[in-house]
C-alpha cells in the first residue's frame, strides 16, 4: 500500500503536525515487505533496540523473493521462495506459521519450500502462533536466531530488560487479546511511545 520513503516524504511535508516528530522516528524502524501484521510484530520484537523491549538483533529482509536453484525445485511446484523474514549473509529464513493461514494444503506447500530452501543450504526456523505467544518459548527461539547470527544476547536481568520486552509485548501482541501470558502485566506500551 504503501513505503517507507513515501511514508518519510508525507510526514516530512506534515512536520508542524502534532506527532509527526515522533513518527519520524519511528520510521527508523519500518521495513518493507511486511505481508503480515505478525510478521511485523515478529520483526519488532526480535530487532528493536534493548531499549525499547526488542532483542536488537541486526534487520532481516522481509518477504524477499528468492529464486530456486536446481536442486531446490526438485522440492517443489514453484522456481521461487519467499522467506518471512531473511538474514541473506546467514542464509537463514524465520517462517511464522499462524493458525490461521497456515492449513493442510498451505502446510504442504511450507513443507515444500522449506525442503527446496534447505537444500540451498538456507537454514528454515519455523515460529508456531503458540511459540510466539510463550514468553519463554520465543525468547529460546530467539536466542535460537541470534547464536545463528552470531550475536551475544545480555541477560534479561541487566538494564530492566525483562520489563521493557513484556511492555513491548504487551503493546504488539496482546493489546487485543488480554491476559494469554503469564509473563505480561497491564502494563501501557510506554516501551514504544
Given at each position: 500500500?504503501?513505503?517507507?520513503k513515501r511514508l518519510k516524504g508525507f510526514l516530512t511535508s506534515m512536520r508542524s503536525a502534532p506527532g509527526a516528530t515522533k513518527a519520524i522516528k519511528a520510521l527508523e524502524y519500518v ?163
Open positions: 500500500l504503501t513505503t517507507p521495513l518493507p515487505g511486511s505481508a503480515s501484521p505478525m510478521e511485523t510484530a515478529l520483526y519488532l520484537l526480535l530487532c528493536l533496540p534493548r531499549r525499547l523491549g526488542g532483542y536488537a538483533l541486526p534487520k532481516p529482509t522481509l518477504n524477499p523473493p528468492i529464486v530456486l536453484s536446481k536442486a531446490g525445485r526438485r522440492h517443489t511446484i514453484r522456481n521461487r521462495a519467499k522467506p518471512d523474514l531473511y538474514w541473506k549473509a546467514k542464509r537463514l529464513d524465520l517462517e511464522y506459521n499462524s493458525d490461521e493461514f497456515h492449513g493442510e494444503s498451505s502446510r504442504a506447500i511450507d513443507s515444500m519450500r522449506r525442503k527446496a530452501l534447505e537444500r540451498m543450504r538456507v537454514e528454515v526456523i519455523e515460529l508456531t502462533h503458540d511459540e510466539l505467544y510463550s514468553t519463554s518459548l520465543f525468547h529460546a527461539t530467539a536466542l535460537r536466531i541470534a547464536r545463528r547470527l552470531g550475536k551475544r544476547i545480555r541477560s534479561e536481568e541487566e538494564g530492566g530488560f525483562r520489563t521493557r520486552r513484556a511492555e513491548l509485548r504487551q503493546c504488539l501482541l496482546y493489546d487485543d487479546i488480554s491476559g494469554r501470558d503469564e509473563d505480561v502485566d497491564a502494563s501501557s506500551c510506554s516501551a514504544t511511545s
